[in-house]
């Protein structure tokens, strides 16, 4: 199975990779970028295990970033450090994930929701809090914004998942996307297998599994980030998030309902994860495309005080592709906030 196809996660796309498959073909980065990322950081007890905290800045509100199905909070290594410029800003790590012990329990949104609350106050990061998540990330913070709604004063969605969207571009899709899906778990537990036993690096396996050295890490980023994603631990922890995706999906549906005047961003993708480079778009990607952004603006419509932004070049993980962009919501978002 070629890697484009291993990183399209149930969510829509990357469970290993934080970089468009482009970016591949670049040299690592020489500057050790990420160094702060590429080791535990405040490891805080929640309770007989610990989960990975990194703050930095500071001012009247604290950014928290919660990060994409199946990766750490390292995701986040180009925006987090210029959001701490303007605020107090922090990335932690779901259980399993990055440098956080794993759980007995799946990262459902509702668990993962549990943990980052009981990590917040253990660590004395005290809200109020912007919320900013990619993907299954941008689920956990929703779910969260609506359990803890007198702690959170703004919402950024990165290409946010819906409760709603595996099923509704399933259908557009004409069924290819969870023939999509079931291809990728396949290969998920065929990684998961492999780990048991131990990678070969430069395998096709390691390769796919891990997509390799990541072009926009560092040194150091790059040797924590393997390290991760080759462990057995990391990947039973990645599979048993995506196994409980419904549950997510059903707790957020039980959540769901207007944010009222919550102040929110929403961005979608500007590039399709399915269009094949230099050939023509099909009509059933765009009519993926098209149902990805009506599904964004619908969650953009939950609050009157809201903005949509579709983001030229940038792919899923905007993030990685259009750091900027997502700087700038941030940053837009914080100025509509009152001391």
């Given at each position: 199975?070629?890697?484009?196809?291993?990183?399209?996660?149930?969510?829509?796309?990357?469970?290993?990779?934080?970089?468009?498959?482009?970016?591949?073909?670049?040299?690592?980065?020489?500057?050790?970028?990420?160094?702060?990322?590429?080791?535990?950081?405040?490891?805080?007890?929640?309770?007989?295990?610990?989960?990975?905290?990194?703050?930095?800045?500071?001012?009247?509100?604290?950014?928290?970033?919660d990060a994409p199905s199946g990766m750490g909070g390292w995701?986040?290594?180009?925006?987090?450090?210029?959001?701490?410029?303007?605020?107090?800003?922090?990335?932690?790590?779901?259980?399993?994930?990055?440098?956080?012990?794993?759980?007995?329990?799946?990262?459902?949104?509702?668990?993962?929701?549990?943990?980052?609350?009981?990590?917040l106050g253990k660590a004395g990061v005290a809200p109020p809090?912007?919320?900013?998540?990619?993907?299954?990330?941008?689920?956990?913070?929703?779910?969260?914004?609506?359990?803890?709604?007198?702690?959170?004063?703004?919402?950024?969605?990165?290409?946010?998942?819906?409760?709603?969207?595996?099923?509704?571009?399933?259908?557009?899709?004409?069924?290819?996307?969870?023939?999509?899906?079931?291809?990728?778990?396949?290969?998920?537990?065929?990684?998961?297998?492999?780990?048991?036993?131990?990678?070969?690096?430069?395998?096709?396996?390691?390769?796919?599994?891990?997509?390799?050295?990541?072009?926009?890490?560092?040194?150091?980023?790059?040797?924590?980030?393997?390290?991760?994603?080759?462990?057995?631990?990391?990947?039973?922890?990645?599979?048993?998030?995506?196994?409980?995706?419904?549950?997510?999906?059903?707790?957020?549906?039980?959540?769901?309902?207007?944010?009222?005047?919550?102040?929110?961003?929403?961005l979608t993708r500007g590039v399709s994860p399915y269009a094949?480079?230099?050939?023509?778009?099909?009509?059933?990607?765009?009519?993926?495309?098209?149902?990805?952004?009506?599904?964004?603006?619908?969650?953009?419509?939950?609050?009157?005080?809201?903005?949509?932004?579709?983001?030229?070049?940038?792919?899923?993980?905007?993030?990685?592709?259009?750091?900027?962009?997502?700087?700038?919501?941030?940053?837009?978002?914080?100025?509509?906030?009152?001391?």
């Open positions: 199975m070629p890697r484009f196809a291993l990183r399209l996660s149930v969510t829509a796309i990357a469970i290993a990779a934080v970089c468009a498959a482009s970016s591949y073909a670049q040299a690592p980065s020489t500057v050790d970028t990420g160094l702060a990322f590429s080791h535990p950081n405040q490891l805080v007890d929640i309770g007989g295990r610990r989960l990975n905290l990194y703050c930095s800045g500071s001012g009247a509100n604290t950014v928290i970033f995701v986040w290594h180009n925006v987090q450090p210029e959001v701490a410029k303007q605020t107090r800003a922090c990335v932690f790590d779901r259980a399993g994930m990055g440098f956080s012990d794993p759980s007995p329990r799946p990262n459902t949104s509702a668990n993962v929701v549990e943990d980052l609350h009981a990590a809090y912007v919320l900013v998540g990619n993907s299954l990330g941008g689920a956990n913070v929703q779910l969260f914004t609506y359990r803890y709604p007198d702690e959170v004063k703004g919402l950024v969605l990165v290409e946010g998942h819906h409760e709603d969207e595996i099923d509704r571009i399933n259908v557009v899709s004409k069924g290819k996307f969870k023939e999509m899906m079931a291809g990728s778990l396949a290969y998920a537990n065929a990684c998961e297998a492999q780990a048991a036993k131990g990678f070969v690096p430069g395998s096709e396996l390691f390769t796919n599994c891990t997509g390799g050295v990541q072009p926009q890490f560092g040194r150091a980023l790059n040797a924590a980030y393997l390290a991760s994603l080759t462990s057995p631990a990391y990947w039973r922890a990645r599979n048993a998030e995506e196994d409980a995706f419904e549950v997510s999906n059903a707790q957020l549906r039980a959540a769901r309902k207007p944010f009222g005047d919550l102040p929110l961003m929403v094949i480079p230099g050939k023509p778009q099909s009509e059933l990607n765009k009519a993926t495309e098209k149902e990805n952004y009506a599904i964004h603006q619908e969650m953009a419509a939950l609050s009157t005080r809201s903005t949509h932004r579709v983001v030229p070049g940038a792919g899923h993980i905007i993030q990685a592709d259009q750091p900027q962009a997502v700087i700038k919501a941030i940053s837009d978002l914080l100025a509509q906030i009152k001391p």
